[in-house]
């Protein structure tokens, strides 16, 4: 019989059955139980769509279009370090790197505030 790991309790019992084992599924389920087997249960993976998405433009020039995302780093005594970073797109130009333990919805608006002061609001159309 294959690797009763990777099964199932009803499909251990119908390869036990083909094997010419006389036993009901009550028994065969206890037994599976008393081994600890258990199937490991496959979440699946998120799938993103892709789609072409109307309300994103290209960037044509400096200063349009800007992206904001976390940088994770783990350090050697386990802690992790949170990184927001905001690029601009098109000259691919960090414009703020703030690295903290813990990182809250404050502090991003903060950190997005410095920079909009500091290089300028993008507009509506932008």
């Not at 019989?1 to 009803?10: E, F, V």
């Not at 309300?55 to 200063?63: C, L, M, T």
């Amino acid at each position: 019989m294959r690797d009763a790991g990777r099964l199932g309790c009803r499909r251990v019992h119908v390869l036990l059955r083909r094997e010419g084992w006389q036993l009901n599924i009550r028994w065969t389920r206890r037994i599976y139980n008393e081994l600890g087997l258990q199937l490991r249960n496959k979440h699946p993976r998120c799938q993103v769509k892709t789609k072409l998405r109307e309300d994103r433009r290209e960037a044509v020039g400096p200063n349009q279009v800007r992206a904001v995302d976390f940088v994770l780093a783990l350090l050697a005594p386990g802690k992790k370090l949170r990184i927001l970073t905001v690029v601009d797109t098109r000259l691919r130009y960090c414009l703020a790197a703030d690295p903290r333990f813990a990182c809250r919805g404050e502090d991003v608006a903060q950190t997005l505030e410095r920079v909009c002061r500091r290089v300028g609001y993008l507009g509506p159309g932008a």
